[in-house]
């Protein structure tokens, strides 16, 4: 077993990154890779043929002085163990191709913003879309993005998806173009420069004009705290009834003294069989979109448990990013399935305390509405038909009713129909607008996010932002 760091050994302290996994047998063998990090233990099957590499490109979550442990356990022989060391960042890093002699004008000419620059080969470039979680820009050459394999391809499609900075030196149109069809933000954060002197500044700008990042867990957390509280308000409410009428039923038949004192432990233990087990999936998704482009970022936070205490699974897809979402008190277990393409993540959770873990993925998706700006009011278009009193305009702090509209019928609103934010959600989406900044909110509950499951309580918003006007 060889073990190679991604990203040349550089990984930002708390985000993911990847490493790469080489396994050699002399004999047909079945067993599996664990791997230890800083998020928990990760258990993936593998079979090796006879004198064939197999090699694995995996995500892991790095921790400042700590190293990644990497087991190989065959079903028969012995156990292999490895460590691994990376470097830390406690800031986004800049991705550079070694191609570009970039460092040293950077050290000669120091940026308008801070950067971080990380110089890799193509082999070092990112494989999964994971590992570009602490990545916050990335200069090349179009010879680069014609050498990646398929797999750092994609990784590629999903940072660009996400609306993230691409900065290509001199490059065709034809291809800049093609590279800005399949992007997020419709492209707007893919460049091209002529002069390494022109970076630092076009950085500068471009960071300036990115949207907020996606909301934290505690963000999410107070955005859905009603329903969750509900549910555990519910649960108290169900058990306290039970036990009173237990216990009057109980004393009712139980007619001895000393028999009665047996009631409290009685009632105690049912209660603890009744608060044990698997508990409750809650899943509460925020989706940001641009009006006129159909990729969207869904950022979810996954609780587990709170209303029992006990062992709690549940099935995930291998391409969202997975994290956690508060500190956990006990690392979670993820078992890798034998087509590789699901996984299985359990943890215990204890009575009240539900773990919570936050997934990222993109996808794409149609959008309902389309948002202008027109005589220096939000103009909102339909595509389908829309629900009263569900959608609501947010604009200069102030929140819109969007009233029924018909396919293809356009509303303005009224600046003195305005409303104060109420719901928490309204109130998360205030803070992340700038003022003049218009956006659409709507509950929604996305095709798309990672969990594959039929407990699933799944509640969430859909985002839609105007498209900026700069390009």
């Not at 000669?108 to 913003?113: E, I, R």
């Not at 482009?293 to 006990?310: E, T, Y």
């Not at 993540?345 to 700006?373: A, D, G, N, R, Y």
Request: proline residues 5%.
């Amino acid at each position: 077993m060889e073990l190679k760091t991604g990203l040349d050994g550089h990984a930002v302290d708390g985000q993911t990154s990847e490493i790469e996994i080489r396994l050699l047998s002399t004999s047909v063998i079945s067993g599996q890779l664990e791997i230890n990090d800083a998020f928990g233990h990760t258990l993936i099957p593998v079979k090796l043929s006879e004198r064939v590499e197999k090699t694995f490109w995996q995500a892991v979550t790095v921790e400042q002085n700590k190293s990644i442990i990497v087991r190989w356990i065959p079903e028969h022989g012995d156990i292999i163990e490895k460590q691994l060391l990376v470097d830390h960042s406690q800031t986004a890093l800049t991705i550079i191709s070694r191609s570009i002699p970039l460092k040293l004008t950077l050290d000669k000419n120091p940026p308008s913003v801070a950067i971080t620059p990380v110089i890799l080969s193509t082999q070092n470039l990112p494989h999964t879309p994971q590992a570009y979680a602490g990545i916050e820009a990335f200069i090349t050459a179009p010879q680069t993005l014609s050498s990646l394999s398929k797999d750092q391809y994609l990784a590629l499609s999903d940072y660009l998806s996400s609306c993230n900075i691409l900065l290509l030196s001199t490059v065709e149109q034809p291809l800049l173009k093609r590279l800005k069809d399949f992007s997020g933000c419709s492209g707007r954060f893919i460049q091209s420069y002529e002069t390494l002197e022109q970076i630092p500044q076009i950085l500068a700008t471009l960071k300036g004009r990115r949207s907020a990042q996606t909301p934290s867990a505690d963000e999410m957390t107070l955005a859905g705290q009603k329903q969750f509280q509900q549910q555990m308000l519910s649960s108290i409410v169900l058990y306290l009834t039970g036990y009173i009428l237990f216990i009057i039923l109980l004393t009712w038949f139980i007619k001895k003294t000393q028999y009665q004192l047996l009631i409290p432990l009685i009632v105690a233990g049912a209660g603890i069989l009744a608060w044990s087990g698997e508990g409750s999936q809650q899943l509460i998704s925020w989706v940001e979109a641009e009006s006129g482009d159909n990729h969207v970022i869904n950022s979810s936070l996954l609780f587990l448990g709170g209303n029992r205490s006990g062992d709690n699974s549940i099935s995930l897809n291998t391409t969202s990013r997975l994290s956690s979402g508060m500190k956990q008190a006990q690392q979670p277990q993820i078992n890798y399935q034998q087509n590789l393409t699901s996984r299985v993540l359990t943890v215990k959770s204890q009575l009240l305390s539900p773990q919570t873990f936050k997934l990222t993925s993109i996808s794409t998706q149609s959008l309902p509405f389309e948002l202008k700006i027109q005589q220096d009011l939000p103009k909102i278009i339909t595509f389908e038909d829309s629900i009263a009193d569900k959608a609501l305009l947010l604009w200069r702090g102030q929140t819109y009713d969007i009233p029924s509209l018909t396919p293809g019928t356009s509303w303005q609103p009224d600046e003195t129909m305005g409303k104060s934010a109420v719901s928490p959600a309204e109130k998360l989406l205030l803070s992340r607008l700038a003022f003049d900044a218009p956006a659409i909110l709507m509950p929604f509950t996305p095709n798309y996010s990672g969990v594959i499951s039929s407990n699933l309580q799944h509640t969430g918003w859909l985002v839609i932002r105007h498209q900026p006007e700069w390009l």
